[in-house]
C-alpha cells in the first residue's frame, strides 16, 4: 500500500517524481492555494498564469500537468482543482480528499510524490492523507503475472511538505492510514469474485483477522444457525451448495461506557434465487456483501483506533442461488425470535438475514444498532448512484448517524418510515410479507427490519445500494468497483459514541 510522511521541507526542495499543488477559482481567475508558494517562486510568481495558459481554472476534480523548472527537484507540476477560492484561505476536508484522491490517481505509476496542498490543520492533514490513500487504490489480485508486470503500480510514496511535524499531524497521518486501509479492505473483500469469496471463506477471513487484532470471533455454521433457529438465514441460503454462516465479531474496551451494534448484509452472491434477476442484472451481484464488509472493516479499525466504545459486528454470510432445494415464492420461513415470514419474492433476501442478525443482536442489549445493507433498487431510483439512505426508529438517532455521515464526507440522505404502508406487508399465511407495495419499495424494506428491532432500542437501516458499487468511470478518491460505503461514517459514529456525543 502506498505510505504517506510528513516532512518540513520546502516544496520544491523535495527530490521526487512529481510535486502537487492545489488551484481554486477566485472572483478574477486561477488562485493558487496555500502550500504552492515555493513552487510559484521557481515559475517566477507565473504559475497561475501558465496553468491558466494550459486551460486549468481550478474546478474541483480538474487535474493539470506541468513541467517543473530550474528550482524544483520534482521534475512535474501536477495541479488539482479545489474549486471555489476559500476566502480565509482554508478548504473544507472532503475538497481536500478529493484533490488529493484525484492526484494520486493521476500520478499512477510513480514512485514518490510531494504533496504540498492546504495543511492548515490537523484535520488537513488526515484528509489528504485519506484522500491520497484512498485515490491511489488498485485491485489486481486476480490478474496474471503478465498483466500485473503491464499494468502501472499504485503511487509509492507520498510525502506531505508545507505543514507542522509535530504530534497532532503525526497522530493525524496514523488515523488517515489506518481508515483508508480498512475501507480498502472492504473494497478489496467486494472486489473479490464469487467463487473465491463465499460465506466460509469470509468468515475465515474475519477470524484472521480477528486473532490479528485481538477481536473475539464467534462463527455460527448451518448446523449451529439450524440449532438457533435462524430461519432467515437459512432459507437464504439453503439454494447453495456452499452453506450460510453469521458471524460475530466483537471489539471491547475496558473504559467503555457504550456499546454499539453493527449488522451487515453479506449476500456473496445474489442470483435473486427462484424469482430470478433479469439479464444484466446479475454481472455486479458480487457486490451484495457490501454491509458485512463495511461493518467487518468498521469493527477492525475501531480496534486498531483504541475507541473507548464496545463495537460488535453481526455478518449474515449467505449465497442466494436458485436450484431444487432453494426457497420458492410462497414458503414459509421461522425467523429466529419466533416470527415467521411469507417469502413472495425471493430476491428480497437481504432482510431475511438481516432480520435475524437484528434480533440476534438485540439480545445483548446494545445501546444502538445499525444495520448497513446494499438492500434495495428502489433506493437507488430515489436517490441515485452516490447517495446511501438513512432510516431510523429515533429522529435524534436518525440526525446522528447522518451528522457523521457528513463530516466524514459519505454523502446520505433521511428517508422516512410511513407508518401506512406497514399494512402492505400483511401477509395471510404468516406474520409479515417480505415484500410490500412496490412503490416506496426502499421504505417498505426499512419497515420490515423495523419489526425486529427491539422496542426501545436505538436503530437505524443504511441502505447502500447506489454507492457501495461504482460502475462508471473513477472520481475523486473513489475507484471504479467496491467503494468501501458506509464505514468512515460506522467509525465515525463509534467515535462519537466514545466521546459521548452520540
Known amino acids: 500500500m502506498t505510505s504517506v510522511s510528513l516532512s518540513t521541507s520546502a516544496a520544491n526542495a523535495l527530490r521526487a517524481d512529481a510535486v502537487v499543488v ?237 456499546t454499539l451494534a453493527y449488522i451487515g448484509k453479506g449476500i456473496t452472491y445474489d442470483s435473486g434465487g427462484i424469482s430470478l434477476k433479469p439479464a444484466g442484472h446479475n454481472e455486479t451481484m458480487k457486490c451484495d456483501m457490501s454491509g458485512a464488509a463495511a461493518v467487518f472493516a468498521a469493527v477492525v479499525a475501531a480496534s486498531r483506533l483504541g475507541l473507548r466504545v464496545n463495537v460488535t459486528g453481526w455478518l449474515a454470510l449467505a449465497e442466494n442461488m436458485p436450484s431444487g432445494s432453494a426457497i420458492r415464492p410462497g414458503d414459509v420461513l421461522k425467523m429466529y425470535g419466533g416470527k415467521t415470514v411469507e417469502v413472495l419474492n425471493t430476491d428480497a433476501e437481504g432482510r431475511l438475514v438481516l432480520a435475524d442478525a437484528i434480533v440476534r443482536a438485540g439480545e445483548e442489549n446494545p445501546d444502538a444498532i445499525v444495520d448497513v445493507a446494499t438492500l434495495t433498487g428502489a433506493m437507488m431510483v430515489a436517490l441515485g448512484a452516490r447517495i446511501f439512505g438513512i432510516m431510523s426508529n429515533q429522529d435524534g438517532f436518525r440526525d446522528a448517524v447522518q451528522a457523521s455521515a457528513t463530516v466524514v464526507g459519505e454523502p446520505s440522505w433521511p428517508m422516512p418510515l410511513p407508518a401506512e404502508m406497514l399494512k402492505s406487508l400483511d401477509s395471510p399465511t404468516a406474520d409479515l410479507a417480505n415484500i410490500g407495495e412496490r412503490m416506496g419499495g426502499g421504505l417498505t424494506a426499512g419497515l420490515f427490519l423495523q419489526e425486529f428491532v427491539p422496542e426501545g432500542t436505538a436503530w437505524a437501516h443504511l441502505d447502500i445500494a447506489g454507492p457501495a458499487f461504482n460502475e462508471a468511470a473513477p472520481f475523486g478518491y473513489t475507484p471504479k468497483g467496491g467503494t468501501g460505503t458506509a464505514v468512515r461514517t460506522l467509525v465515525q459514529l463509534a467515535e462519537r459514541a466514545a466521546a459521548g456525543t452520540l
Do not use: M, W
Open 22 to 258: 492545489a488551484v481554486a477559482k477566485g472572483p478574477k481567475g486561477l488562485v493558487l492555494a496555500s502550500g504552492a508558494e515555493t513552487v510559484d517562486e521557481a515559475f517566477d510568481g507565473r504559475l497561475a498564469d501558465v496553468l491558466t495558459t494550459l486551460g486549468a481554472t481550478g474546478a474541483e476534480g480538474e487535474a493539470v500537468k506541468v513541467p517543473a523548472p530550474a528550482g524544483v527537484k520534482a521534475a512535474l507540476v501536477l495541479a488539482v482543482g479545489l474549486g471555489d477560492a476559500a476566502e480565509d484561505g482554508g478548504y473544507p476536508a472532503e475538497g481536500l480528499r478529493r484533490a488529493a484522491g484525484i492526484a494520486a490517481r493521476t500520478l499512477q505509476g510513480s514512485k514518490k510524490a510531494a504533496f504540498a496542498l492546504p495543511l492548515a490543520d490537523a484535520a488537513s492533514v488526515e484528509a489528504v492523507t485519506l484522500g491520497a490513500l484512498l485515490g491511489a487504490y488498485t485491485f489486481t489480485a486476480f490478474r496474471g503475472d503478465a498483466a500485473k508486470a503491464a499494468a502501472k503500480a499504485p503511487l509509492a510514496e507520498v510525502t506531505l511538505v508545507g505543514g507542522k511535524r509535530d504530534k497532532a499531524a503525526k497522530a493525524a497521518v496514523e488515523r488517515g492510514t489506518v481508515v483508508a486501509e480498512e475501507v480498502n479492505r472492504t473494497r478489496d473483500l467486494i472486489n473479490t469474485p464469487p467463487n473465491d469469496l463465499f460465506p466460509k471463506s469470509f468468515a475465515d477471513l474475519v477470524t484472521a483477522a480477528g486473532k490479528e487484532h485481538g477481536l473475539k470471533v464467534e462463527v455460527l455454521d448451518e448446523k449451529a444457525l439450524t440449532k438457533g433457529g435462524f430461519g432467515g438465514i437459512l432459507g437464504v441460503g439453503v439454494g447453495s451448495v456452499r452453506p450460510p454462516r453469521l458471524v460475530r465479531v466483537g471489539y471491547t474496551h475496558p473504559e467503555a461506557t457504550q
